[in-house]
């Protein structure tokens, strides 16, 4: 006869691995829909005309940035579904362009980070950086923003701009 308290445990014990992921995707959803809002806020803070900006010769302008920042999100996610990245590019490389392509590119990468499985989620998959798992990839999806994010307020600082405060 099986006591509750043995009921309860095996569940538990066996609940633990899609409990776990469920944790895992709604946390990097959450960074993920907070790194948007933060990353438009560093996009707004540009002036129109400092959008074709670098810092120097060689790097991206900070139109550039973003944009970048946005298609890196298709890369990342693109694994999940098995298809070639399709990134896109913003209508032009001014402000209210890249905004959108930015906001667009982040509302498909939540939309796809909320739908994913638990074996989409712990399958490996084979990329340019070799053999990932899918949380390997969701990380390496908001190192790379932060990154370029980080980038991009460094541009604003050489305008002269301070940057939104920092949203965790």
Known sequence: ???????????????????????VKSTIVKHLETS????????EAMPEAGFDFKLTPPQMSFAGQMTHLAQGLSYFTSSFTGAKPN??????????????FVNSSFDKAIALVS???????????????????????????????????????MYLRAKGITPPEYQY
Do not use: C, W
């Not at 209508?91 to 890249?98: G, L, Q, R, T």
């Not at 499985?117 to 340019?128: N, V």
């Open 115 to 153: 739908g994913l499985t638990h074996e989409q989620l712990a399958k490996t998959y084979k990329g340019e950086e070799g053999e990932q798992s899918g949380l390997d990839l969701l990380l390496g999806m908001l190192d790379h923003t932060t990154h370029h994010r980080a980038s991009a307020e």
């Open 87 to 100: 990134p896109g590019k913003p209508a032009s490389m001014n402000k209210a362009d890249v905004i959108a």
């Open 36 to 43: 948007k809002a933060f990353t438009i806020k560093v996009a």
């Open 1 to 23: 006869m099986k006591t509750p308290a043995l009921v309860a445990l095996a569940a538990a014990v066996v609940g633990a691995p899609a409990y776990s992921q469920d944790i």
